[in-house]
């Protein structure tokens, strides 16, 4: 199945702005909800791109350094973790340009997800995900190649 169809679009440039017509920056406080209600701890480590989308109740803790590239969409209910002190693991971790990350997953300390990659609603995200491929499932595995 065609995922996303971008050859649609002249370019991913265009799609997005056609998708986020008045795209800002949004105001983000150390540990609040921003007006669409994700919260951010360690905020001066956060590294967020343009027209990027959060969903709401995402939780991103960037102590150890978080990059959500351009147009990385991450749905409601995520957790985006570059410290888990539960099994006692940190490191940056990486959303590359236009990934998606499904809505309740969980992205673990030091993971890259690659650029244009998808992970599955669900997915508990603790290897790297390569660029252009579907992932799903816990723990999060390569299911397919994205069809352009
Ligand atoms: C991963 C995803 C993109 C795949 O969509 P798709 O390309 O249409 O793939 P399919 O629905 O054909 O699924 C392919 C296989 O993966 C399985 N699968 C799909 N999503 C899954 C998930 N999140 N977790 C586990 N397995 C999943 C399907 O059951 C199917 O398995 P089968 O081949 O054994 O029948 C989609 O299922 C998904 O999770 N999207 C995220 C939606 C979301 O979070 N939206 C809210 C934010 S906007």
Redesign the pocket.
């Known amino acids: 199945?065609l995922?996303f169809d971008v050859t649609l679009y002249e370019n991913i440039e265009v799609y997005m702005s056609e998708r986020f017509g008045n795209w800002q920056f949004p105001e983000i406080e150390e540990g609040k909800p921003t007006k669409y209600n994700w919260v951010v701890q360690h905020v001066d480590k956060l590294h967020l791109g343009y027209k990027t989308d959060i969903?709401a109740f995402t939780y991103i803790n960037a102590q150890y350094g978080v990059t959500i590239e351009d147009y990385v969409?991450i749905?409601?209910h995520c957790s985006i973790y570059s410290i888990s002190t539960i099994d006692d693991k940190s490191g940056p971790v990486t959303l590359k340009k236009n990934c998606r990350i499904?809505?309740?997953s969980i992205v673990m300390p030091g993971v890259t997800v690659g650029e244009n990659a998808?992970?599955?609603?669900?997915?508990f995200v603790n290897q790297d995900i390569p660029a252009d491929m579907?992932a799903?499932?816990v723990p999060a595995k390569v299911?397919?190649k994205i069809q352009k």
């Open positions: 199945m995922i969903g969409q749905g409601s499904g809505s309740h998808i992970v599955g609603a669900f997915s579907v799903v499932g299911i397919k």
